[in-house]
């Protein structure tokens, strides 16, 4: 088999991590709390699979391999922040770790779904979102912005994310018919 | 706990917005439901599409408000903006790759406080690069997989892809991945060399050195010597100015009245020093015993509890322990009689409020241990000057690595031995001893619970 030219190299890793980023994405965002960090550390699990891009097993899932590297990351992170300690414990990011993986296949269509979802939501859900996920405030500068409180904040998000996730799965089932 | 409530608080642990307590809830919940791990990990994938999601929106907003073309989410569209936010990290990766030029050995992959305009993540360092930062960490990550992590202040200079130069301060380094093993530390002292671990190593100002192993082994080369010392996980070697060289072992307690430990010996009756002999005894050097409470079952114990062969009875025993007066600095003198030969010496702590997790303050060990050979005590502070040695100090905290009171043993014993043969000949070994990190109600340091010493003596 011919050796792949450093071009070739380059295109296979490019397909192969935007497959894996959503997954990574997600076990990294699951592991490390604010939003932030977490973008850190996604960066930092892109610049070691490349790095080390060339101890990959291709016939092995790369998306496990990737979200290995960002198991190693996660706990540098909370190393590095010598105070906070490691959210879950290294089985619980194994299991979750496992659980991403068997999605892999459906993160792409799931991305999709999820803007038409987001299209649907009323006016006032998309700026709890944007509050939320955009200007990154916490529950209780939503609250004060809102006079509301904390507490109906957060069910408010929590109703939002159970409505966008049955959007989703009716995307998806729409798609499969 | 029901499972709309359950879900809610997975939300809330991926919003950052629970408490303590009701993470470690949180988490002990998800460790035994899997189904709960499964919906966790779709939360998160919507968590952070919408993270994604949003952010892009807000930009499209700032940048092209009237674009009519970039608000029809068509399939297509979507699918390139998900690519092109890949391909933004993609791209990185590659300037990344190629910037990575064959003189280069290792590189910088996370930057900490007050250094973040001097270094950046992605910096590549060559050999002879020297790195010089006062506070925060920088981590940087050699070509081999070794990750060591610089704490300031801290004079740190590249070698080799394999080895580097610790002047001062503390580097964590860790060698999990086979090609760093050999992975090598140097210091004035001597040369650290990784055989598949995780281990710190410090140089103070005063060229105290010292190695603590987390995991795994290393051997540790001293300068001036042919010999090798192995020191395995639980120990650490320190080096004091001078050539003393004296191994710590530092370990957990089983929480039990035997104070039982992997392998430190239990409080003895059989030690040089014990009471039952009538031959060593101890006292105050400086300090006072906290014994003022209105409340006589919170006051310290006498200081002779120190050699009486037994520690604590149970966790928050305080008449059992000695402990000093709030705030207070204080060393006990343990005056063996006459100079023998010291082979090792152990300390036993123990603390455990029953009724508060987090209140276990009081079981750190943090002392300096000195030794005097000569019949006729010196006045003052104990310093090389008078004649003292400095045998080795002894931080349990920064051994366990401890960030906040729970990650702290209750029951702690440390155990202090020379290399080779004795620690010396000595009369009279004082410990100096520091408060805990912890601020009593009145907001002053308080002091650790002290069970037991034991001094054993060589032939």
Redesign the interface.
Known sequence: MPEESELEV?ER??RL??GA???V??????SV???QD?E?V???V??A???RFEEYDSSRSFQAWAIWLAK?RVI??Y???????L???E??LD??AE??VT?QSE??A???A???C??KLPAKSRKL??A???DDH??DTIAGNLNSTAASV??M??RI?NL??EC?EGELRKETI | MTEEHE??QL???????LSESE?QET?AS??QN?EA??W????????????????R??LERDVTPTAPMLRT?S?RW??GL??AA??V??M???S??LA?DGDSVAWI??V?ADDETRFQ??DQLEVGRRIEIETG?I?IEFQNGA?T?LTGPCVFEIESATQAFLERGRV?T?A?RPEAKGFTIRTLRGRVVDLGTEFVTSVAKDGHNRVDVTSGEVVVHLSGSTAQHHVRRGEMLAIEPGERQVTVRIERGDETPEFRFATIEPPSREDYADASRGIASVSLREGELSVHSSNRLADSGPVENLLDGVAQRGADVPNDSVFFRNGVEGSFLLDLGTAISVRKVNCYTWHQNGAFPENRVRAVQKFTVWGFAADDLPEGEPSAEAGWVCIARVNTDAYF?V??PL?RPAQQASSIEALHGQLGPFRYLLFAVEPTPSLGRSGIPNHTFFGEIDVYAGH
């Not at chain 1, 994405?25 to 699951?30: L, S």
């Not at chain 1, 190393?79 to 300690?85: F, L």
């Not at chain 2, 939300?11 to 917005?17: N, T």
């Open positions: 380059r890793l490019t991590w935007m980023e959503p997954a994405r997600a076990f990294v965002f699951a709390q604010s939003f977490a850190d996604v960066q930092k892109a610049l699979v490349a790095r190693s540098d992170h190393r590095v922040h010598g105070r906070e300690k959210v879950f414990s089985q619980l299991r979750l659980s991403l999605r993160l792409s799931r991305a999709v999820l803007e038409r987001i299209e979102l944007e939320r996920y955009e916490s529950m957060r069910v998000l929590h994310r966008l996730a989703i | 879900r809610r939300d809330r642990l991926l919003d950052g917005d993470r988490l998800l460790e899997p791990v499964d966790l990990a779709e939360r998160a994938i919507l968590h952070a599409s919408l993270r994604c999601s949003m952010r929106r807000g989410h399939r979507v699918t998900a690519v890949s391909a990290i993609v990185a990766l590659f990344f790759w990575a992959t996370s900490s993540i992605g960490q981590v990750i992590t964590h860790l999990e690595q960030g906040n990650e």
